[in-house]
């Protein structure tokens, strides 16, 4: 017999933004469905009606497509599968798996107290199993919700494909709702039909996920009968802050599109999330490509993984190094816009060229480049501090001869080693004043290539009405 190809999905609720823990799930259920040439489905549980948005909806796309995870198949989303539910349901109560409870939330509530007072494990006791209601009369007013009739003996296993083996006795679980009193099915029901419809092979999902498996196995057992294929399970860790704590804002760690906000290429957090909680040897930066070849779950770590700003940074640092000036430029852009700057003079690309080595995101990129865009203007106790004495008179020398010189770096930057020669100074006693003069700063690139970029108009006014200031 044939094995059936790889099939695997990711399933979030549009109940909120995407986050890094669901987005690295993703990534690692796209590149298992990749490295084994199989399938992977996006579908959108959004069955809890009440907190689930079209905004959350979009959100989850726009993530998706920003860290270009395609999917093959979807999105699929549960509440346009409710009769399916229903359907399934009802077979369940028919064939005696499934039953109606009337049980109130205050009935249950009570039971709950009791069950705690007397130090036992707090769980449905089973009123409502027909053997047990002994002809009762349905409560009025009470809708009923639907309840899965859990095996009373025997035991749940599974070899995690992360985890390893895991056995839970079937007397440790009891009858789960799989509808409520509205007739919307609950999650764990929904998504063992949904994967059983969509023939999903390999469940990878976090680890917060491990007690709801041997329920959802017993729910599989139930709706396929005997000699039904169940998929494979494995359980990813969390992912902590760098305190040891479950991750959250507090350590920098927010929704996908919030890193597109702060400035970091998709390339970047994808391979960053790849290396979180899996590993090939000391592999750090790594092509999609790569990643796909490599991909396996013997390599995902048991233990936690954790999250390191830091690292992040480093990371995207070195993929904007890489990235075309033309790319850097238009996406840092709008960036410059909303910090006030205004492009015209020196080609964008180019200054994105000389200064991307210096930027960890496109924020600090927008940033240095404002030296370029940003309005011209000069402290007071910078020029009182750096434009006096033989640095000024050099300065003014460099501004009576930079009109007749060849406006690139080498020439210019062979001009002010003549007046450093000239003035008996040093360097950076030329440098920094002509730096101060043209931008303001006292720390910039290499000053030739700065001068290069600003061109000999805008150059020659900027340090001229620099040095109308001076005394």
Not at 12 to 20: K, N, R, V
Not at 276 to 281: A, E, Q, T
Request: aromatic fraction near 8%.
């Amino acid at each position: 017999m044939t094995s059936p190809s790889v099939r695997t999905r990711i399933a979030p609720s549009p109940t909120g933004m995407l986050h890094l823990g669901t987005a690295r799930t993703a990534l690692f259920c796209w590149a298992f469905a990749r490295h084994h040439g199989g399938k992977f489905i996006l579908r959108i549980e959004d069955t809890d009606l009440e907190r689930s948005t079209e905004a959350a909806v979009q959100v989850i796309l726009d993530s998706m497509s920003w860290l270009d995870l395609e999917y093959d198949e979807g999105p699929f989303r549960q509440t346009d599968r409710l009769s399916r539910y229903s359907e399934v349901i009802d077979r369940l109560i028919a064939q005696g798996l499934a039953y109606r409870c009337y049980a109130s939330k205050e009935e249950l509530e009570t039971l709950r107290e009791g069950q705690m007072a007397r130090g036992e494990k707090p769980r449905y006791d089973g009123r409502w199993r027909p053997e047990n209601a002994g002809g009762r009369t349905p409560p009025a007013g009470v809708r009923p919700v639907i309840r899965f009739r859990n095996p009373d003996q025997g035991e749940v296993s599974w070899n995690d494909l992360v985890k390893g083996p895991i056995v839970i006795a079937n007397s440790e679980l009891d009858d789960l709702v799989i509808a409520r009193g509205d007739g919307v099915p609950t999650y764990n029901f929904a998504v063992v039909v949904d994967d059983i419809d969509m023939q999903i092979t390999h469940v990878l999902r976090g680890d917060d996920h491990v007690n709801n498996t041997p329920r959802q196995i017993n729910l599989y057992r139930a709706i396929l009968g005997d000699g039904g294929l169940l998929p494979q399970f494995g359980h990813l860790p969390m992912i902590l802050g760098p305190d040891g704590q479950k991750l959250s804002k507090r350590h920098g760690a927010v929704s996908v599109m919030q890193y597109d906000e702060d400035g970091f290429l998709p390339e970047a957090v994808f391979n960053y999330l790849a290396r979180l909680g899996w590993s090939h040897g000391d592999h750090e930066k790594f092509s999609r490509t790569q990643l796909v070849q490599w991909f396996d779950l013997a390599h995902v770590n048991r233990a936690p993984a954790q999250y390191n700003l830091d690292k992040l940074l480093w990371l995207n640092g070195e993929y904007m190094k890489e990235a075309t000036d033309d790319r850097l430029a238009a996406l840092v852009t709008p960036r410059i816009a909303q910090l006030g700057g205004q492009i015209a003079g020196p080609a964008l690309p180019a200054v994105c060229g000389l200064l991307k080595d210096r930027a960890r995101t496109l924020n600090e990129l927008a940033e240095h480049a404002m030296l370029f865009y940003g309005p011209h203007g000069v402290d007071p106790a910078l020029i009182a501090q750096h434009l006096a004495g033989p640095s000024l008179a050099a300065v003014r020398a460099f501004a009576q001869r930079a009109g007749s010189v060849d406006w690139e770096r080498a020439a210019l930057n062979g001009l002010i080693k003549q007046l450093v020669g000239e003035f008996a100074l040093k360097m950076p006693q030329v440098a920094v004043p002509l730096r101060v003069a043209l931008t303001g700063r006292t720390q910039t690139p290499s000053i030739d290539a700065v001068l290069e970029l600003f061109g000999r108009d805008a150059t020659l006014a900027r340090i001229e009405a620099t040095l109308a200031r001076c005394g």
